[in-house]
C-alpha cells in the first residue's frame, strides 16, 4: 500500500496529470502540462532503444548543432571535447575530436583532452585532417597547425581535465579498457596499475591560448563520473554565460550510490528510495545546478539519426526520469511486454549509460534545437493528435515477482532476459 500510494502521488504531481497530452508548438507551449507529458510518454515507450549511450546520440546532436551554426567566427568560438578518446559504438571507431574537425574543419579551434588513449586520439586526428596539415609539439600537448597559414586547429592534451590543477591517478573500471579510466577512486580496478596524471582546467587553458572570452560552442565531458569537477574548471566560463551547450555522461559512474545500486550481484538494492533522495550526482539534482547557471536539461535521444531532446528541468521533472536509480527499472512500450532500461549481466550486475544535454537558454541554438532540429519526431506528435495514450503509464508499473522472461535464456552462455510479460 506505502509503494503504490508514493507511486500515486508522483504520477498525479507530475507529467503523468490529467492533461492531453500534445508536443509544443512554440516556446510559448514548451513548458505546459501537456507538453511536459508528450516528452514522458516519448521517453517511458521508448527507453533504452532511443536514449541507451551507445547508440551515438552525441554525435547526432553534435551533427544538428553543425547544420544550425556551419561557420561561426573562428576568432571568438571554440569546441571542447573533454574524454576525447576514440570509441567504438556500432560501426567501428569513431571520435568527437574527429567529428568537430571534420563538421568545421579549422574554422573553429579544437581542445580536447585524453589522458588514456593519447596515442590513438593523435593518429584519428592525423587521418581526418588534409594532408597539409602537421603537429607541432608544446608544453602543453600537441597543437595541429595547417602550412601556409598556420590557423590552430587543435590543441590535445595528453592530461585530464578538472578543478584545479594538481597531480592525480587514473585507472580503468574492473573488467574494462582504457575508455573506462577514471579519475574517481571509487570506480578505478584494483587491478590495474594506476597513471599519474596532472590535470588541467578549461578556464586556464582558455585563457593561455587567448580564447577566454570566445563562445563554447559544444563543452562535451565523457569522464566516467568526474564530469561535475571537469565543469567546476569551467566555472568562469560558465557563470559568464560564454557556453551553449553541454554534453554529460549520465550513468552508473555518476555517483558511488548509483555505482553499489549497479554493480553489487544478487542485489536489487536501489541507491535511494525517490529521486530527491538521492546522494550525490542525480539528474534531480542536476536540475538546480543548471536553472542556476541559466541552462535547461534534457534528455539526450535520436530516432532515424535525427536527435531528441526530453526537457527534465522544473515543470517538466518525471520521478521516472531517474533511470540509474533502481536497475529493475523498465519501460514498455505497448502496456504488454516491459524491458530493462539498465543492461544486466547474469550476475544481477548492471550497466546504466544515458546522455544528457545543458543547453543555455539565451543561446541562439535554443529554440531551433529544442522546436525543430532536437524536437519530438513527428510520427509520435501525429500519433498524441490522434488521441493515442499509453494508458499503461497511468498505472503502478507491474512487480517484479509478476512477470516472466518473454525469451528463451541460456544463462551458461551468459544470456540475460531482455524482454518481460505478465506471468499467467
Same mark, same amino acid.
Given at each position: 500500500p506505502?509503494?503504490?500510494?508514493?507511486?500515486?502521488?508522483?504520477?498525479?504531481?507530475g507529467?503523468?496529470?490529467?492533461?492531453?497530452?500534445?508536443?509544443?508548438?512554440?516556446?510559448?507551449?514548451?513548458?505546459?502540462?501537456?507538453?511536459?507529458?508528450?516528452?514522458?510518454?516519448y521517453?517511458?515507450?521508448?527507453?533504452?532503444?532511443c536514449?541507451?549511450?551507445?547508440?551515438?546520440?552525441?554525435?547526432?546532436?553534435?551533427?544538428?548543432?553543425?547544420?544550425l551554426?556551419?561557420?561561426?567566427?573562428?576568432?571568438?568560438?571554440?569546441?571542447?571535447?573533454?574524454?576525447?578518446?576514440?570509441?567504438?559504438?556500432?560501426?567501428?571507431?569513431?571520435?568527437?575530436t574527429?567529428?568537430?574537425?571534420?563538421?568545421?574543419?579549422?574554422?573553429?579551434p579544437?581542445?580536447?583532452?585524453?589522458?588514456?588513449?593519447?596515442?590513438?586520439?593523435?593518429?584519428?586526428?592525423?587521418?581526418?585532417?588534409?594532408?597539409?596539415?602537421?603537429?607541432?609539439?608544446?608544453? *602543453?600537448?600537441?597543437?595541429?597547425? %595547417?602550412?601556409?597559414?598556420?590557423? /590552430?586547429? @587543435? &590543441?590535445?592534451?595528453? =592530461?585530464?581535465?578538472? !578543478?584545479?590543477?594538481?597531480?592525480?591517478?587514473?585507472?580503468?573500471?574492473?573488467?574494462?579498457?582504457?575508455?573506462?579510466?577514471?579519475?574517481?577512486?571509487?570506480?578505478?580496478?584494483?587491478?590495474?596499475?594506476?597513471?599519474?596524471?596532472?590535470?588541467?582546467?578549461?578556464?586556464?587553458?582558455?585563457?593561455?591560448?587567448g580564447?577566454?572570452?570566445?563562445?563554447?560552442?559544444?563543452?562535451?565531458?565523457?569522464?566516467?563520473?568526474?564530469?561535475?569537477?571537469?565543469?567546476?574548471?569551467?566555472?568562469?566560463?560558465?557563470?559568464?554565460?560564454?557556453?551553449?551547450?553541454?554534453?554529460?555522461?549520465y550513468?552508473?559512474? *555518476?555517483?558511488?550510490?548509483?555505482? %553499489?545500486?549497479?554493480?553489487?550481484? /544478487?542485489? @536489487? &538494492?536501489?541507491?535511494? =528510495?525517490?529521486?530527491? !533522495?538521492?546522494?550525490?550526482?542525480?539528474?534531480?539534482?542536476?536540475?538546480?545546478?543548471?536553472?542556476?547557471?541559466?541552462?535547461?536539461?534534457?534528455?539526450?535521444?535520436?530516432?532515424?539519426?535525427?536527435?531528441?531532446?526530453?526537457?527534465?528541468?522544473?515543470?517538466?521533472?518525471?520521478?521516472?526520469?531517474?533511470?540509474?536509480?533502481?536497475?529493475?527499472?523498465k519501460?514498455s512500450?505497448?502496456?504488454?511486454?516491459?524491458?530493462?532500461?539498465?543492461?544486466?549481466?547474469?550476475d544481477?550486475?548492471?550497466?546504466?549509460?544515458?546522455?544528457?544535454?545543458?543547453?543555455?537558454?539565451?543561446s541562439?541554438?535554443?529554440?531551433?534545437?529544442?522546436?525543430?532540429?532536437?524536437?519530438?519526431?513527428?510520427?509520435?506528435? @501525429?500519433?498524441?493528435?490522434?488521441?493515442?495514450?499509453?494508458?499503461?503509464?497511468?498505472?503502478?508499473?507491474?512487480?517484479?515477482?509478476?512477470?516472466?522472461?518473454?525469451?528463451?535464456?541460456?544463462?551458461?552462455?551468459?544470456?540475460?532476459?531482455?524482454?518481460?510479460?505478465?506471468?499467467?
Amino acid at each position: 500500500p506505502d509503494k503504490l500510494k508514493r507511486w500515486v502521488e508522483a504520477a498525479t504531481a507530475g507529467p503523468m496529470s490529467h492533461v492531453a497530452a500534445r508536443c509544443p508548438r512554440d516556446r510559448s507551449t514548451y513548458h505546459l502540462p501537456q507538453s511536459a507529458r508528450a516528452f514522458a510518454y516519448y521517453f517511458l515507450t521508448s527507453g533504452y532503444g532511443c536514449f541507451w549511450g551507445a547508440n551515438d546520440h552525441v554525435a547526432h546532436f553534435i551533427q544538428a548543432v553543425h547544420t544550425l551554426s556551419p561557420t561561426p567566427s573562428p576568432n571568438s568560438t571554440v569546441l571542447i571535447d573533454v574524454g576525447a578518446a576514440p570509441y567504438s559504438p556500432v560501426g567501428g571507431d569513431q571520435s568527437h575530436t574527429v567529428l568537430f574537425l571534420k563538421l568545421w574543419g579549422c574554422q573553429v579551434p579544437v581542445l580536447a583532452f585524453e589522458p588514456m588513449s593519447f596515442t590513438s586520439l593523435k593518429r584519428a586526428v592525423s587521418e581526418a585532417l588534409p594532408p597539409n596539415s602537421s603537429f607541432e609539439r608544446t608544453s *602543453s600537448g600537441y597543437t595541429v597547425m %595547417r602550412t601556409g597559414d598556420a590557423r /590552430r586547429c @587543435a &590543441e590535445l592534451y595528453e =592530461a585530464p581535465a578538472s !578543478d584545479s590543477p594538481r597531480e592525480m591517478y587514473i585507472a580503468p573500471q574492473p573488467s574494462s579498457g582504457a575508455n573506462t579510466a577514471s579519475l574517481e577512486t571509487v570506480y578505478q580496478s584494483k587491478r590495474y596499475t594506476k597513471k599519474k596524471v596532472h590535470t588541467r582546467t578549461i578556464d586556464a587553458e582558455l585563457e593561455r591560448i587567448g580564447l577566454r572570452e570566445a563562445s563554447i560552442l559544444v563543452l562535451k565531458a565523457d569522464v566516467e563520473g568526474h564530469e561535475m569537477a571537469v565543469l567546476r574548471g569551467a566555472h568562469r566560463a560558465i557563470e559568464e554565460g560564454h557556453v551553449q551547450a553541454i554534453l554529460i555522461e549520465y550513468g552508473d559512474k *555518476s555517483s558511488p550510490s548509483i555505482w %553499489r545500486a549497479m554493480k553489487t550481484p /544478487r542485489s @536489487a &538494492e536501489p541507491a535511494a =528510495a525517490q529521486p530527491a !533522495d538521492m546522494p550525490g550526482f542525480s539528474l534531480f539534482s542536476l536540475r538546480k545546478w543548471a536553472s542556476t547557471r541559466g541552462f535547461e536539461p534534457f534528455l539526450l535521444g535520436s530516432e532515424r539519426r535525427q536527435p531528441v531532446l526530453v526537457p527534465f528541468g522544473g515543470e517538466m521533472w518525471d520521478d521516472r526520469y531517474e533511470v540509474c536509480r533502481d536497475k529493475r527499472f523498465k519501460y514498455s512500450r505497448d502496456g504488454r511486454s516491459w524491458s530493462n532500461m539498465t543492461a544486466w549481466s547474469p550476475d544481477w550486475s548492471a550497466v546504466c549509460w544515458y546522455d544528457v544535454v545543458l543547453l543555455h537558454t539565451a543561446s541562439p541554438l535554443y529554440e531551433p534545437l529544442t522546436l525543430r532540429a532536437a524536437g519530438l519526431p513527428r510520427h509520435f506528435c @501525429a500519433k498524441l493528435d490522434r488521441g493515442w495514450q499509453p494508458t499503461w503509464l497511468m498505472k503502478p508499473p507491474p512487480e517484479e515477482s509478476s512477470l516472466k522472461c518473454a525469451h528463451p535464456v541460456s544463462h551458461g552462455r551468459g544470456e540475460v532476459c531482455t524482454r518481460f510479460v505478465i506471468a499467467e
